[in-house]
């Protein structure tokens, strides 16, 4: 493993932090590698936490289509990080297994439903070419109204933001 690029906070060693350190530890029960390096900039942790806890824990979305999205997200980007933090979520979100190994596969195989196909082309498009073709966001159309498809596309749009942090700042296990 490469060597973080930007030394960690320790939880607790910074008494200006004791705010945001605390809601990290009631939005999440503990203050990962990711958000020791955020605390770096309090404002910026600040943000990210009430960004991501607001994607995460308060939106629409089923936690399994979430779960889904971040870990192909993670593959997409090469984010191991990302993926060993999510697998756990997705399984108890019901992701099964078989589909979590699918996920894994540049590939998308037949083991996932129109919607969740729908979904991972989704993400897979937002991710590798950036632009959403209209034949495609026409596709999410039926199956979302307008504020899951603005969830679905913050989902996407985040979690890619969290996996291009972790890589360029070498943030993992």
Do not use: C
């Not at 200006?16 to 390096?37: D, F, H, M, N, V």
């Not at 991501?52 to 308060?58: F, G, K, P, S, Y």
Request: hydrophobic letters at 45%; aromatic letters at 6%; proline letters at 5%.
């Amino acid at each position: 493993m490469k060597s973080a690029r930007i030394n960690q906070v320790i939880p607790g060693s910074r008494p200006e932090l004791a705010e945001i350190e605390k809601r990290i530890l009631e939005e999440r029960g503990r203050i990962s590698p990711l958000y020791q390096t955020l605390l770096n900039a309090p404002e910026i942790a600040q943000g990210w936490e009430a960004l991501l806890t607001a994607i995460r824990n308060r939106n629409s979305l089923s936690p399994a289509i979430r779960e889904m999205i971040i870990l192909r997200v993670a593959i997409l980007n090469r984010a191991d990080y990302e993926f060993d933090a999510h697998e756990p979520h997705a399984l108890k979100a019901g992701v099964s297994p078989e589909k979590i190994a699918a996920i894994r596969e540049l590939g998308l195989s037949n083991i996932f439903d129109d919607q969740e196909m729908l979904i991972l082309n989704l993400t897979d498009v937002m991710t590798k070419e950036i632009q959403v073709p209209d034949t495609l966001f026409d596709k999410v159309k039926p199956f979302f109204n307008d504020r899951e498809r603005l969830e679905l596309v913050a989902t996407i749009s985040a979690y890619n933001m969290v996996s291009r942090l972790l890589n360029a700042l070498h943030v993992g296990h």
